[in-house]
């Protein structure tokens, strides 16, 4: 079958894939952060972001939910625009830990670097390389405003998340330290995981999620906003690394059956990304056992499914629109 589809036929998957899991309530909110666990469970938003920047949502897509590791992915990038591709592989590294996003045994198991910045010590690791180095309050200006750059829309912490987070985040003190200690820390490492723990209490919307994929997607051009956000090289480097460690210890299931490289987050979003063609998102609060949204996982499978979005496929979606003018770079 050819693989050109339209604007019709996404907004018709993406209501048949909300209408189908509205109301599956399989998962569980994360509850190791108090705040998400007070989340309202019944929650449920999908959009798409196209080269046009039309961006196509359903259900609860205004809702600002915690970011939490979907925040790994702009710092990961905005690491890679500062020092280059090389020096992050290096210095951090592209291999999935096969383990938990949390896990303290993938520092001990790696000898010379945190082995992907897409979980939690390598995205430590990515905050306190992030430039300016040694000042947390410009530091942080320079993250949130990328995220900022990357949705085209103004996001906010969510200062209850914060609080509850740093309350509670012993075991990412523990890894900070120990990244200290293996000289993988790259600044004060009590301020890198401030920076850590505050990218990810920003309240981002599916909607913007999608906006933020579709500037993936489409090279580093914002499709919403028209403007250039990092270089077009980078592209294919964060979408490698979102296909081989997105969903964690699940990563090569969800890559086997869906084929969408994505990364979720435990507030309960998904961002996946399909070069040249769209920024998909979808968020439900309740999770699997690894930490990964049950309905937007589902969502995002079906629409994969109907639309051919799987990168692997032969018969590739492609979808015809026209672009925005470009900033130049
Ligand atoms: N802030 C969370 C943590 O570090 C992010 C985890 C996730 O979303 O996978 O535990």
């Known amino acids: 079958m050819n693989g050109k589809i339209d604007k019709k036929r996404i907004a018709a998957a993406m209501n048949d894939a909300y209408g189908k899991f509205r109301d599956d309530s399989s998962g569980k909110n994360a509850d190791y952060i108090p705040y998400l666990a007070g989340i309202p469970k019944d929650l449920f938003g ?66 010379d670097h945190p082995s992907t910045p897409l979980v939690n010590a390598g995205a430590i690791s990515a905050c306190s390389l992030i430039r300016p180095t040694g000042n947390g309050r410009r530091k942080w200006a320079a993250i949130h405003g990328f995220i900022e750059e990357l949705c085209a829309s103004k996001v906010s912490l969510i200062s209850e998340l914060y609080e509850s987070e740093a309350k509670t985040n012993f075991n990412n003190r523990a890894i900070s330290w120990l990244l200290r200690n293996y000289n993988r820390i790259y600044d004060d490492p009590d301020m890198s995981l401030d920076i850590y723990t505050r990218q990810c209490s920003i309240g981002v919307t599916a909607a913007d999620l999608a906006i933020m994929a579709a500037t993936i997607a489409f090279e580093g051009r ?108």
């Open 46 to 111: 999908i959009a798409v972001c196209l080269a046009d920047g039309d961006t196509l949502t359903v259900g609860d897509t205004g809702y600002a939910f915690g970011i939490e590791s979907v925040s790994k992915v702009p710092t990961a990038i905005l690491a890679m625009e500062q020092y280059g591709r090389k020096e992050i592989l290096d210095k951090i590294g592209a291999d999935a830990t096969g383990l938990p996003f949390n896990s303290v045994m993938a520092i001990l198991l790696e000898n």
């Open 222 to 329: 914002n499709p919403v906003s028209g403007r250039r956000v990092f270089r077009p090289e980078i592209s294919p480097c964060i979408t490698s690394l979102m296909a081989t460690v997105g969903f964690y210890e699940r990563t090569g299931d969800w890559m086997f059956s869906t084929g969408v490289p994505a990364k979720s987050g435990v507030g309960g979003g998904i961002m996946g990304v399909v070069p040249g063609v769209m920024g998909i998102a979808a968020f439900a609060p309740p999770l699997d056992g690894a930490g990964n949204s049950v309905k937007a996982q589902k969502a995002i499978s079906y629409m994969s499914e109907q639309l051919h979005l799987n990168v692997f496929g032969a018969e590739r979606a492609s979808v015809e629109c026209e672009c925005r003018q470009t900033e130049p770079a």
